[in-house]
Structures are given as C-alpha cells and as structure tokens.
C-alpha cells in the first residue's frame, strides 16, 4: 500500500479514537433523518437523504451576505468548546476535491461552541460570499466539525515512537485542502465527527444593497458610572440629594447585587436639584446627526451594570425595565441593518475594557467579522493610578467630575464591586511605567510598610500585598476613617489579575481597525503617597499632566492598534477657554472627528490637536496650585467672577455636593484628606474657604511646571471651626507674597492675617490682630483700657519710628552721595549702596525693614576700601536700621500668647496685665 511502518502505526492509533469520520457529503453515506437544516437567504437546504442536491442561485439572494442559520433538529450528543467546534463550506463534497481549495477564496470555517441544548447556530462565514461576482457554479458543503483535542504522531525512522500533540486548525486545513488520491499526498489528521449538506450553487450576482458610503453603525460603551441604574421605578445612579441611594447598589460578598437593579440607558446628564452637567448628552447629539445625515443607517449606546466585570455582562446580559439584553444579539441585530453588514464599536472610559470582551467573544463565536473598526478613547486598559485612591480612600473615578459624591459610601460601594477592580493598575502597567505607584515618607506609621517594601511599591506583587493587607497586616478601617487605608478583597483582586492577563496582551482580529486615543495635558493622579498632615496619619496624590485628568496616557494607549493618537487637551483648552477632561472626551470636537472619520474608513490625520506623537511637556505653560488639607471647602474667582471649586451656596452636609470649574484652563480635584485646584499661571485669583468642623487647616501654594510641582508658600495649622471662613488673593506674578484673612468665628470681622511660615506679618497686621484680641477677652474693664492705651501709645512710636528710619535712610543716602562725590568711595560703590537704600526707602511705612537688603547693604559697607573712620560711621547708622527687626518679632510672639491665654474668649486678669508689660517692654525697645 506504500505506507511506511509508522504511518501504519499511526493508523491503527486514529481508528482507536476516531469512532467516525463522516463524509462531507450527505450523498456519501446514510443518515437516518435530517439532523441539520440551513438556511440562507432565503433558501433552505438539509442533510435529508434524497437524491441529488438541492439549489441555491446566486441571483434570486436578496442581498451578498455571510450570514447563515443553522438548526439541529437531533442535538450534538454532548458540549463541544468554541476552539473544537467549526462551520464553514467547501467546494465539492469530501469525496471530490480534484480542485484547489483555497482558504479565504472558497473556502473557510468559524468557531462557535456548541451543547446538547443547542438547536440553533446562527455564524457568518466569509467565504464563499455566495451571490458576489466571481463565485463559480458548482457543488460546495457546509459542514460542522468536531475537532479532537489531540492527534498522534509518529516518527518516520526506527524506533517508531508516537506521541500525542494539540490538534490546531492549521490540522484541519491540512485535512480539507489536501487531495488525499494522489500518490504523494502526505498524511493529515482528520477530525473527529461532522455534519454536513450538499448543495448546488447556481452562480449569479444578488443585489447590491449599498453602493456607496457603505459606513457601519455605531455601537457606543460607556465608562464606569456612565449608565442609570434603577430598582424599579427608583433611580439609584445617579443618586439624589439626602438619599439612600448609593447602599442600595451594593454587591454581596460574592458580587451579586443585593438588590434588584436594572440598566436604563446612558448617562446624558448627571443633574442633582436644578443644576445638571452634561456627560454623555453632546455625543448622543452628535451620533443622532450622523444618522439623520444618512452617515450611518443607526446606532446604539448600549448602557450596562458597570459594577460588573465585563464577561459576567457578557454572560448574564443587561437586565433592564423590558427584559435581558443578549450583547451579541444586540450586535448582530444592529449589523443586519447596517450598511456595511458590520458594527464600529466606540467606547469611552472602562468601556473599552467592555469592548475588548466583546470582541474576544465573538472571535470565539466566529462572528468577530461583524466588527468593522473598535475606537478606545481614554480607556484605562492597563488600569490607572486614580483607581488606587478611589478604592483605599473613597477619591472619585472621574466619570461624574462636576459632583463630589459621599466618599465614605463611595469606598465602601466600590469594596465589593468587581469593575473597580479592573481599574487598578495591572502587572503590564507596571512593566510598562517606571514611576511607583505607592510610595511612603518617612513617618512612624509607614515603618513597617518601609522595612518590608522599601520608600516605593513599582512592582505587581508588592503592590497585591499592600492592597489586600499582606505583608504587612492591616484591619478594615472605620467607614468614616478615609486617611486609612482600606484593605482590599484578595478573589477580586485575583480576577481582575487574571482579567489583564488576557486583555492586557489580547491580540486583535487583523480585519479590524483599532485606534486608540489618550487625552493628554491635564493634571492626573500618579500615585498614592503616604505621609501625615497635622501630625495624623494620612496621604496625598502626586500628580503628573500627561493624562486626562483620570487615566495616564500609557494605559490608554497600550493596545498593539493599527492607529494610535494624542489628543492635546491643555492646547485646545487654553486656545478656546474650554476645560475639557476625561468626563467628556468624547463632547470634545476634535474626538468626535475622529469617530466621524474612523466610521467613515477615513485618515485621521489632520484633526486640530490630534497627533500621532505625544505633545512635549515643554509645551505646557505654568500653572498655579493651591490645595488644602483640612477640615475646609475651597473655591477661587478670576478676574471676571468665573469660578472654579465646591459651590459654597449648597447645603454643606449632603452626600452630594457640586463642583463648578468654570475659569478657563482650571481643574478642581479632591480627595477624602484635600482639594486642589490648578489655574493657568497668567492671572490673579480671589480663593474663599469655609470651614466644614473643627481643626487645624494648612494651605499650600506651588507652582506645576511641565510635570514637577514645585512648593512656593505654606501656610500650616490655621485655626478652623465649623464657623470659619477665609479668603486670599494668589497673583500669578508674586504667588510667594500671598496671606490669607481668617474669620474664626464666623462674624464677618477678621481674627487673623496669616503670612507664609518663615515669614512674619506686617506691623499693621499685628496691630490690628492684638487690638481685635484685647477686644474679645473677658477682663476687668480697666485692664482693657490699660492694654488698648499702651496698644495706642505703641502706635504713636511705630509712626515717630517710621519718620526716624525715613531720616536714617534719607542721611545715609545723602553721605554716601557725597562721599562719593569727593572720591572717597568709588563710583561704582556708591551707585550699588544707593540702589540698596532706594529699596529700604521703598518699605518706608514699615517700622522694620527688608532683612536680606539690610544684610547686603551691611556686607556692601564692609566691603568698601574706605577710611575707618568712615566705614564705622555708615556701619552704626546701618546697625539702628538693623535692631529694628527685633520689634515685629516681639510684637508676633505678642499674639501668639494672646491666643494661647485667651482660650474660649477668657483670660485671667493676672494674664492681662502680663501682657501689658510686655506692651511696655516692646514700647520701650522702640
């Protein structure tokens, strides 16, 4: 027979396994009934046996199609996974294959899984397109195949050893395309069980049902938090004002929702009383118009429970008011009434984690050539830092940026919520960004975490440790106690590694087209780091502008896509005063476009502020940053009264506070521990704060510039009640010159005038401050006339000392000038002691003066190749200027135990007399 040993070998091994191989052909062997019926375009074939073969013809199809519908009235006797079940059509039959059978020309199989329930298979198959020009007459099968797991194979030499491989598809094709008659055909491995019908095409061209501008519709996934989520008629996302909506989304331990909830549509507006912002609302509008336009034929926003990963959506379907949603259905439904027989698939946020899902599903089904192009904008699709603070803290995802929701419910939410998961940075983030995600400084409460992991987690085990308390152990914290860390569910963390592990590397059928894009130039979280503020136990968030505002560029832009773009979101904001963010990427004109051109199989190239190359940090201008850490709420005005910051007109102690950003080019971002807000660096600004409960408040001032924030002024441990407010004014030009008005106690006058630390306020400040003290303390009535005297005679020296330094200055620039006039101190000299005295003039109110110029100008005199006579005289008039300085220091220290001894408003009439000396001590250093 021609067959070596092993070959023989190899045979007898198959006839063990292989219990039949059906022809492909229902003419070449009996069947008992009809086990399979099919049905295309209107024409209905079947494996019955009766002879000849049943006809299709090409020109009476109502349309070139794929799709084909397959029915088994007797079942598949047991379940067949998608990557062993395959559909597909030949030429010929199994006993005919004198002819070339080409893959992808005419012939091909798709996967699809099948069981004993299935009675019906809906695939399409892309070749033959039966009813195209150029598909021959003939007899073609369609077949499903059973493919075995393994298949043996044995060595052509002695010993003749045979072992078991994978069978893969590349096996089959063997199988299909080789003409096993001829003498020299090499051996293949054929499949374990099929059905088959035979059918003869009479070759002909359908309809064509679009001629031109073929463009797909439009299936669009929100991000997390971007579908309403109701329990009946009760809206529970978004939440309403002093409501208990948010507990009743929660997931039990085993992430099933406690409560009934169904998805009812997209997130157009997140509205909240009267006030709304718009989220999805302007790409709704727009996806209307390309329809309305005959763009496209239709689209849909297929809203789903985002608590949810996506595969669990993907097998349980979205449960709304009218029934369960089947995703693949909605797909295939949509592409049926699609000009191009396809979908593009655009997704926003966490919904380009959805779509990968999708797609990798319809791959297995064998449909994935029902997608046309995918678009990810903005998607988090290695995780993102922001995702860290949101579950440990309570800080937002960013979805509904215009809301500050209860952060204390939020966290406790997101515990067991499966999706916030699959937001945290994965192992591919950490091999892809250098930068830690956590780091600690050096305080007592980070020393264990610092013994076991050093000052920084960048790598993924460390970071799974600390986050489900391992390592170093960790309690769950009070709800309330959002400095704390939460400790994290180990399965859910767990899944969502092994969510990444197949999304993270997942490899793109090569027909569609991908495009990606990142939004770029707005201040986003990096990290989480743990420090103290007012020596507590808490953490801030470094920020880095190379991201959205939510999601780091890396991670939106990690996918192996065919297009990946930038979008420069701080260049299009600064040129048309937008302050577009993650949020609303997709209201943005220049992603519109591109969605309008990707629909249309059009280059993008050429968007404004859409680039293939990430914009240079260089190009970003400077920015203010100020930020609070205290128990406050922050808000700043520009010059025009645009205003940027908690609403302060709203009732302070509801779970859902608004938030306006409505300078141009500013962002406002808050954690559970502070806010910041960031403004461009080219005005002057008015900021407010109120105070929310009773604590110490500390106000930064520093400076973003390209992507490092650098400190300009602190002010630390203000005094702050429920009562307080404050307000002070940042100007772009001397940011470091900034103090702050503090109203304690709420009564419209002015307690304290707070200056950078390091620094020490104006006499006039401190003058008004210990006159407003004396005033409230409860003392005998001649003690406070005594105090406000002295305070009143301090006044008159201040002022007659005012004149005498005007004098000095004045004398010292008048001998200078004339020394140098007879050549007693060089010309060059002169002019350089003069231009520092002109500074002093300059202060001439002050009682105390300018310390770093009185130290130059001291240094300049010393300097000088003079008499030294001479030089001692300039030194002794430089030296009463000088010991002036000793007077603000007094007089500070004054008001700080003025506000030590008058706790409550009360002070003892023994303190107040005390402090009278002191006035008089400070009187007599004058």
């Not at 031109?212 to 939440?239: A, E, M, Q, R």
């Not at 509205?271 to 496209?296: E, H, K, N, R, W």
């Not at 926003?301 to 909605?330: H, N, S, V």
């Not at 203010?624 to 302070?652: C, E, K, M, R, W």
Request: hydrophobic residues 40%; contains cysteine; aromatic residues 8%.
């Amino acid at each position: 027979m021609g067959k070596s040993a092993p070959r023989l070998i190899m045979l007898l091994l198959w006839s063990a396994v292989v219990f039949a191989v059906p022809a492909l052909s229902s003419a070449d062997f009996e069947i008992p009934s009809v086990t399979m019926i099919a049905e295309h375009g209107g024409f209905t074939v079947s494996d019955e046996n009766t002879p000849g073969f049943p006809i299709i013809a090409g020109a009476q199809l109502p349309s070139v199609t794929p799709d084909w519908n397959i029915q088994f009235p007797i079942a598949w006797p047991h379940t067949v996974p998608a990557e062993r079940f395959v559909v597909g059509i030949v030429p010929g039959t199994s006993g005919d294959p004198s002819f070339p059978r080409v893959l992808g020309e005419n012939f091909s199989f798709v996967h699809a899984a099948i069981n004993p329930d299935t009675t019906s298979l809906d695939v399409s198959i892309p070749a033959p397109l039966l009813g195209a020009a150029g598909v021959p007459d003939g007899v073609y099968t369609l077949f499903v195949t059973e493919l075995p797991e393994t298949k043996f194979v044995c060595e052509d030499v002695e010993p003749f050893d045979c072992f078991e491989e994978p069978y893969t598809d590349q096996d089959f094709i063997n199988f299909i395309a080789t003409d096993s008659s001829q003498p020299d055909a090499p051996f293949t491995y054929p499949p374990l069980s099929s059905r088959s019908v035979a059918f003869h095409y009479v070759a002909g061209e359908a309809p064509v049902s679009c001629a031109s501008d073929c463009f797909s519709s439009v299936v669009f996934l929100p991000g997390i938090k971007g579908s309403v989520l109701k329990s009946g008629s009760d809206t529970l996302w978004p939440p309403t004002v002093f409501s208990n909506d948010i507990p009743q989304l929660a997931l039990n331990d085993a992430g099933e929702s406690v409560n009934d909830v169904q998805v009812d549509g997209v997130l157009n507006n997140f509205c909240v009383v009267a006030f709304c912002t718009p989220v999805y609302a302007p790409f709704s509008t727009f996806m209307d118009g390309l329809v309305q336009d005959g763009v496209i034929n239709d689209w849909l926003p297929l809203a789903y429970d985002w608590r949810f990963m996506p595969e669990t959506i993907l097998a349980d379907g979205i449960k709304t008011p009218d029934g369960t949603i089947d995703i693949l259905q909605k797909i295939e439904d949509l592409a049926a009434h699609s000009k191009s027989g396809k979908v593009t698939i655009v997704a926003h946020s966490m919904g380009g984690l959805m779509g990968k899902a999708i797609i990798k599903r319809l791959q297995q089904e064998g449909k994935d050539d029902l997608i046309d192009s995918f678009v990810m904008v903005g998607s988090p699709q290695l995780g993102t830092p922001q995702a860290v603070s949101a579950l440990l803290h309570g800080d937002g995802e960013g979805i509904v940026g215009a809301f500050v929701v209860d952060p204390a419910k939020a966290r406790t939410l997101a515990q067991n919520m499966p999706s916030a998961y699959n937001l945290l940075p994965s192992a591919a983030y950490f091999a892809t960004v250098t930068d830690p995600v956590i780091t600690f400084d050096d305080v007592g409460f980070t020393q264990a975490w610092r013994n076991l992991w050093g000052n920084s987690i960048n790598s993924y085990g460390p970071f799974v440790q600390f986050l489900t308390g391992q390592g170093v152990a960790r309690t769950h914290p009070a709800e309330s106690a959002l400095q704390i860390p939460e400790v994290l569910q180990s399965d859910l963390v767990g899944a969502a590694t092994d969510f990444h592990a197949t999304y993270d590397t997942y490899q793109f059928p090569a027909h569609i087209r991908v495009v990606q894009v990142a939004g770029w130039g707005r201040p986003t979280v990096k990290a989480v780091k743990y420090t103290t503020h007012h020596f507590l136990q808490s953490y801030d968030t470094p920020f880095t502008r190379e991201g959205d505002n939510t999601v780091v560029y890396p991670s939106a832009i990690s996918s192996s896509a065919d297009e990946t773009y930038f979008f420069d979101i701080f260049a299009q904001n600064k040129a048309l005063g937008e302050n577009t963010q993650h949020r609303d990427l997709l209201s943005a004109d220049p992603v519109k476009n591109v969605v309008r051109l990707v629909v249309k199989g059009e280059n993008v190239l050429g968007v404004n502020y859409i680039s293939t190359i990430k914009p240079a940090l260089t190009n970003l201008d400077d920015e203010l940053v100020i930020s609070t850490h205290s128990p406050v709420i922050l808000g700043a005005y520009d010059a025009f009264g645009h205003f940027t910051g908690i609403d302060q007109n709203q009732n302070l102690s509801a779970e859902i506070l608004k938030i306006q950003e409505g300078i141009p080019g500013s962002s406002f971002v808050y954690t559970s521990d502070s806010q910041h807000i960031f403004l461009p660096k080219n005005g002057t600004y008015t900021f407010v704060y109120k105070g929310t409960g009773d604590g110490p408040t500390t106000v930064n001032v520093d400076t973003f510039s390209a992507d490092a924030v650098a400190p300009v002024a602190q002010f630390s441990d203000i005094p702050t009640t429920g009562n307080t407010t404050a307000s002070f004014v940042v100007a772009s030009t001397a940011p470091e010159d900034t103090t702050i008005a503090v109203d304690v106690d709420g009564d419209t006058h002015v307690d304290q005038t707070v200056p950078p630390d390091g620094t020490l306020p104006s006499l006039s400040d401190l003058i008004t401050l210990i006159k407003q003290k004396i005033g409230s303390l409860s003392i005998a009535s001649k003690l406070e006339q005594n105090l406000l005297k002295k305070i009143e005679s301090l006044e008159k020296k201040i002022a007659a000392k005012r004149q005498q330094n005007a004098k000095i200055l004045a004398n010292l620039k008048a001998k200078i000038s004339k020394q140098g006039m007879k050549g007693k101190i060089a010309t060059g000299d002169a002019n350089a002691i003069t231009a520092l005295i002109e500074q002093l003039e300059a202060q001439a109110e002050d009682v105390t003066l300018d310390v770093d110029i009185l130290a130059q100008l001291k240094n300049k005199v010393v300097s000088l190749n003079i008499k030294a006579s001479l030089k001692n005289d300039l030194l002794k008039r430089v030296t009463k200027l000088e010991n002036e300085q000793a007077l603000t220091n007094s007089l500070a220290n004054l008001t700080k135990t003025i506000q030590k001894k008058a706790t409550n408003g009360k002070i003892a009439d023994a303190d107040a007399q005390m402090l009278i000396d002191l006035l008089g001590q400070i009187e007599n250093a004058i």
